[in-house]
């Protein structure tokens, strides 16, 4: 990693910057496919994954079975590490569900705010080498907790941990569609694809691009996506072969992998660079976690508050505070998705399975996002109730705001009910 | 109204799909304006000011005397209810703080979600000739709890009340300025305008283009927006001319505005189509209420479970639920915006002064979309915390999966502190 030393606040800005993509191209490559599903439905699906992947997709839905048989074909080890990250992500998501509290604001003015399930979600998982499971977890779960009617998954891969993952999250349907169409059948429904209200998931350029371009037409979205993104601060009680694997580990999901690392020491700098270098080599990825180390940089500067100053600036997605007093610091960090704390918490832990979620808001979302979570699957309808007396003590003061704002069909609304009552 | 009789479920898409708006040729001409304030920052401001409302503008932001003598202009009574208003939708709102609870996923592993304010967040409020100084409350107060460090407010109205409101919800600083150059000012930040990250508030069709370009650029925005809507559900309990003045005070806000009242009752329908017609003669703004009055419909249905799926179909931004047994009925509503119970809670209680936010989902988002609240203004930030003992518990987990997804670097990031503890 290229170490900067001290540099000066004016120029933090360029020195954070994410790499600006331009999304016309993509969108333009996007936005027929898009229309292609809205207007042929299954059969664009099927011309598009024969056009696009070569593959000749018979049943567009998953059979029964498959997902049965998912189970027989894991290892137990796996299988088992895949119920413990799925109890751990419930324990920590069920403590988001709230419940209803009813306020009175005034006398026999009462008002309450009701959580419900989104009725129907769709989760897209990428297919690829990785077959992204963990993801089925991170999204399934808070949806099953939500109490969501409907949760649709379309993905290309036919990985059984994927199939095992949606089972035990509870998918109602599983389609073997991938890429952008995936999101269009989604989005628009088709013969076989429900229409939903709500869609999440990761994927690459296509995939987000056509996830923007639905987002603009009225279906949600779990949020902007980008690269993924580690920050690490680290001081002198750091074991810097540590920090430089949590720097891989980020590194390993491709070349344009955000990397920081933050210092007030330049002895620590120094010997993480030393670790990086050795630990690099023995990585079966190691060239697309070699150029995203490349494009990466270490920090130094002259003291805490600057280090603070500067992670709150750039809101990483994962930070890391491989520092001696941690939490302590973790309470003056006010943007970033996830942070980890001390020597024995690294980011893959949270990727995983130690509970929290691991869609997180990338290239400084961090600042108005925040990570899914149970939120990101229900709506909270607010309900309101007033009696005779309530309306007496709060009407005038609706009558007089209304009339300030010209508004005389809602003071109206007001008055002729007092009226009834005189 | 016109009364739709009877129509089978086959229509009901038809009867409530809302008119469609091609936004393009608004984003043509809003383009131009966010890239001119971009690139020319205040100069920009002052020369739109001037071209399209020919206005011109000495000083962008209000001066302080201004927000100071704002409570004097105003007479007692409005200040009043202006306070009032504040304390209950303050009241409504506090609830809505979420207190950081740790939770041990694991022996050892534990993690938390803490909630920031988010750091800065614009509010506009346009002029016109209601000033509206509710929606400085509806924005303000949830921005004041949520702790968000600066509070920005554009609005090309002086109207005192907006500035007294301003006042009382603790805006940092409010400008003078209105339209798509506002949204830009606050997204990407003038010489006097600071950037925010996140911007809230109703508008024209230009400032709603506006925002969401803005928001494809990452600016957070609170919601898409569309005309605002009512939907009424009447049974025989109902008072016709309550209900009359309800949906008249919804159709007063334009001639686009949706009005649907839903019964089981044709007694019902015909008793409030006439109390409309003697009530809509005495409004200052009847013009605008007719022709909305004209688009709307007035659907008969033959049981109280068609009444609540079409209700959920159609996902109202505000549904009066003027029946015998309103909350359980509420109970079954599954998507909508805000609820009002009975007789006696007529939506511009909510509009006002009840408690319950008025920033609401329209055109049907109310499916995925929650109206504002404190969650609106805040960020979730999860935190973790593993021990070693944790490590050791959660570490083999973490491993099985991190292989399983070829991801080798998140593996070695666990066994590298699992092996140095050997």
Same sequence: chains 1, 2.
Avoid at 31 to 56: C, M, S, W, Y
Avoid at 153 to 171: M, N
Avoid at 367 to 392: C, E
């Amino acid at each position: 990693m290229k170490i900067i030393a001290f540099p000066e606040r004016g120029q933090w800005a360029n020195l954070l910057a994410r790499p600006v993509q331009d999304s016309r191209e993509i969108e333009e490559k996007v936005a027929p496919i898009l229309a292609d599903v809205k207007n042929k439905g299954d059969q664009a699906i099927r011309e598009l994954a024969f056009k696009f992947d070569k593959v000749t997709l018979d049943s567009l839905a998953f059979p029964a079975e498959a997902m049965e048989r998912a189970a027989d074909l894991l290892d137990d080890t796996l299988k088992d590490a895949i119920q413990q990250a799925y109890r751990n992500i419930r324990t920590f998501h069920s403590k988001q569900l709230q419940a209803v509290g009813k306020i009175e604001t005034m006398p026999g003015v009462t008002c309450w705010r009701k959580s419900v399930g989104i009725e129907k979600v769709g989760i897209y998982i990428p297919g690829g080498t990785a077959p992204l499971f963990s993801t089925v977890l991170m999204l399934g779960v808070p949806a099953q907790l939500a109490g969501c009617r409907e949760v649709i998954l379309c993905t290309p891969s036919d990985h059984p941990a994927i199939l095992y993952a949606a089972k035990l999250v509870g998918v109602t349907k599983a389609f073997r569609i991938g890429g952008a169409q995936a999101i269009a059948a989604m989005a628009y429904g088709t013969e076989t694809v429900p229409k939903v209200y709500k869609i999440f998931g990761p994927g690459n350029q296509y995939v987000t691009s056509a996830k923007m371009l639905v987002s603009k037409e009225g279906v949600a979205i779990d949020m902007p996506a980008g690269p993924s993104e580690v920050a690490v601060y680290a001081d002198d009680t750091a074991v810097p072969s540590f920090v430089a694997a949590d720097l891989l580990s980020q590194a390993e999901h491709g070349a344009d992998s955000q990397v920081l690392l933050v210092s007030t020491s330049k002895k620590l700098l120094s010997a993480v660079n030393l670790a990086l270098v050795g630990q690099m080599d023995r990585l079966p990825r190691k060239d697309l976690a070699a150029r995203a180390i490349e494009n990466s940089k270490a920090i130094l500067v002259e003291s805490e508050t600057d280090v603070i100053d500067l992670l709150n600036e750039y809101a990483a997605e994962h930070l890391i505070l491989s520092v001696a007093n941690a939490e302590k610091i973790s309470e003056k960090i006010i943007n970033a998705g996830s942070i980890f704390l001390g020597n024995y918490t690294p980011e893959s832990c949270g990727d995983y399975a130690s509970g929290t979620n691991h869609t997180l808001p990338t290239n400084g979302h961090a600042r108005a996002y925040s990570g899914v979570s149970v939120d990101s699957f229900v709506k909270k309808i607010t309900v309101q109730s007033i009696t005779v007396q309530g309306l007496r003590n709060l009407g005038p003061v609706v009558e007089a705001m209304a009339e300030a704002e010209s508004l005389d069909a809602h003071r109206n609304a007001v008055s002729i009910r007092l009226k009834s009552l005189e």
